[in-house]
């Protein structure tokens, strides 16, 4: 989609773009446009984002790469092996490749300890599409058993039934046996106790319960105390984070992981031998998997594989962890570094491939340094800070391709949180970030940033050129906060196109209230010339969903000449919808842990 909208540019505009996107996150319209040829100007707040889109954008070949990999191994292969190196349970060597941990809190009742099993189903033994059907089950009292897994069965410790499809922490919550219920997280400390350890080889895997000698390299007390990392502040995403007791960075996993990530970002410089562009991609493999943080990643256990700490744009909270080997083993390693670099090493290549160049990547640059006369040779200008300064100078951009701030929906500084402690970055609130947050920035706050953004690209917008965003709430809020900073900018609406943004049937979205259609606006600047507006030939069995981005799509061409009581008649638009309506009467979305 970003590309057809760069090459619909281009057809308005031919010759070489410069292509700006001032809230630029991943980067994904900063490479359509770089790899189409035009010059590219990409600003993020985030230096964290900056840093690694400056890094992605000049990414090495696998030839120059993959050598630096292999020192990095062998620099860190003792402590590796201490660390995962064992046995299977006929005695073969092997890999460990995941030790799965499961919350055990004190019920506040009787004191007992209850094991905080999700569900009936633990961990199957062999991949579900591979035909696994039996595994390690837990009954509602924390048993753990191998059986079937397609069928009620008896704990053989307390006789009670065991449903692989139950589930036991609902609301997070708990019940013990003595019968209290409660919130889990009003429960006390939580411990973490190994339970299951999954083994691997070559052509092998192999899951069960952790031996002697896996339970003592796993514990903390096997491993030096690391250096504190800083507090986790209280924020609308951390807070569940500090509810759980993880007060600090360093908490998210157990020391084992921490001291292996360590290890590997100490050995990073020796490894790169020199080369500051093999060492950015070696930091950026080392850091990015501390989003496979031990205590915060959850484990599938139909397809045997764990999940990010963060699930649709939220820090996710389980009471089943997986802790990863940070390096990755044999046939098991979703988001380890080994496997990170050999992604990266691939897309090396195919970069080079498509671009047929070594482009010229300058950044990141502090948005507060002085303007340069005009947008030079570079390919890609990558700068860091609010967009509500641009260091573009005037009438330099021919197109704005964009995605601002979903409101109160994404809080990306939030997120970025466990990245940047570990990158030895300031973790604090992003200053000018345009995000919705508690008590600190509300709606009126919200326009207001989103405005002056919007006046800083119409100023470095060239005559003619376009600002081209896309956006998607439910909320009505959010959509007359961006209209009003669009018009106050002194932008007007020329057509739009609702598009399919998200897959309904993946985990983050499936069955949740999530908006699946994102609404592209076109805008260019309101000087009065007489314009010929888009609006798309209605259709017909439209969803819900789509009749209502269609609604807001047509609202959105009166942007540029919005009056009176506009926003009462949109706040009325929106809120009797029926996919707004219906949503509100389903109610929040009951995550699990």
């Known amino acids: 989609m970003t590309g057809a909208l760069i090459d619909a540019a281009n057809v308005d505009q031919p010759g070489r773009l410069v292509v700006a996107d001032p809230f630029t996150g991943g980067g994904v319209i900063a490479l ?25 954008l000049s990414l090495p070949t696998a030839d120059r790469l993959e050598p630096a990999a292999d020192r990095l191994r062998v620099l860190v292969s003792d402590l590796l092996n201490s660390a995962y190196a064992t046995f299977f349970e006929d005695g073969t060597p092997a890999t460990v490749a995941h030790t799965l941990r499961v919350a055990v809190v004190a019920c506040p009742r009787c004191s007992d300890d209850v094991r905080l099993f999700p569900s009936g189903i633990v961990s199957l033994t062999e991949r579900v599409d591979a035909g696994g059907s039996t595994g390690w089950l837990a009954c509602p009292s924390g048993h753990l058993q191998h059986g079937t897994a397609v069928r009620r069965t008896r704990c053989r410790t307390c006789n009670r039934l065991i449903d692989p499809t139950a589930r036991y922490t609902l609301q997070r919550r708990f019940r013990c046996r003595c019968g209290h219920i409660g919130r889990i997280c009003g429960a006390g400390p939580i411990r973490w106790e190994p339970v299951l350890v999954e083994r691997t080889a070559a052509g092998r895997r192999e899951i069960g319960p952790p031996s002697d000698a896996e339970l003592v390299a796993a514990a903390d007390a096997s491993w030096q105390t690391q250096p504190h990392l800083p507090a986790i502040r209280n924020g609308t995403e951390t807070a569940v984070l500090r509810r759980y007791g993880m007060t600090r960075w360093d908490h998210i996993m157990p020391r084992r992981q921490h001291a292996v990530l360590n290890a590997l970002v100490g050995a990073i410089d020796s490894a790169a031998a020199g080369d ?13 998997s501390v989003e496979m943080a031990g205590y915060l990643s959850r484990w599938d256990p139909r397809y045997l594989k764990p999940y ?7 820090y996710n909270v389980t009471t089943l962890s997986a802790e990863p080997n940070v390096w990755g083993a044999p046939q098991s390693g979703r988001g380890t570094v080994g496997r990170r ?51 573009a100078c005037d009438d330099s951009i021919d197109l704005v391709c964009t995605d601002p701030p979903y409101h109160d929906d994404v809080k990306y500084g939030e997120l970025s949180e466990i990245f940047r402690a570990w990158a030895g970055l300031d973790p604090a609130r992003l200053d000018g970030e345009a995000v919705v947050c508690n008590d600190i920035i509300d709606t009126a706050a919200y326009e207001a ?51 399919l943004a998200e897959s309904d049937v993946s985990y983050a979205k499936a069955n949740r209230r999530a908006c699946n259609l994102d609404v592209i606006l076109d805008l260019v600047v309101a000087d009065g010339r007489t314009l010929k507006r888009f609006n798309p030939s209605a259709a017909t069995n439209v969803t819900e969903e789509e009749s209502f981005c269609r609604m807001l799509g047509t609202f959105a061409l009166r942007v540029g000449s919005l009056e009176g009581s506009w926003r009462q008649e949109l706040e009325r638009a929106v809120t009797t919808h029926p996919f707004v309506a219906k949503k509100r009467l389903s109610g929040p979305d009951r995550r699990e842990v």
């Not at 040829?37 to 990409?42: F, K, L, R, T």
């Not at 990010?308 to 939220?314: I, L, Q, S």
């Open 32 to 56: 359509s446009a770089l790899l189409r040829g035009h010059q590219v100007y990409a600003q993020d707040i985030n230096l964290w984002a900056a840093q690694n889109l400056t890094t992605m």
């Open 276 to 288: 500051r562009t093999i060492a950015s991609v070696l930091y950026a493999a080392v850091l990015s």
């Open 308 to 314: 990010e700490a963060m699930a649709n744009h939220h």
């Open 341 to 391: 670099l050999d992604h990266l090493a691939k897309a090396g290549n195919w970069y080079a491939e498509r671009l047929g160049r070594s482009p010229t990547i300058v950044g990141p640059l502090p948005v507060g340094q002085r303007r340069s006369a005009g947008p030079g040779t570079d390919d890609v200008r990558i700068v860091v800070g609010s967009s509500t300064r641009l260091l």
């Open 449 to 499: 940033t989103l405005e002056r953004a919007f006046c800083e690209m119409r100023r470095a917008l060239k005559s003619g050129g376009h600002l081209v965003l896309s956006y998607a709430n439910r909320e009505h809020g959010a959509w007359a906060a961006l209209f009003g900073a669009l018009q106050g900018a002194g932008f007007t609406t020329i057509g739009y196109q609702v598009v």
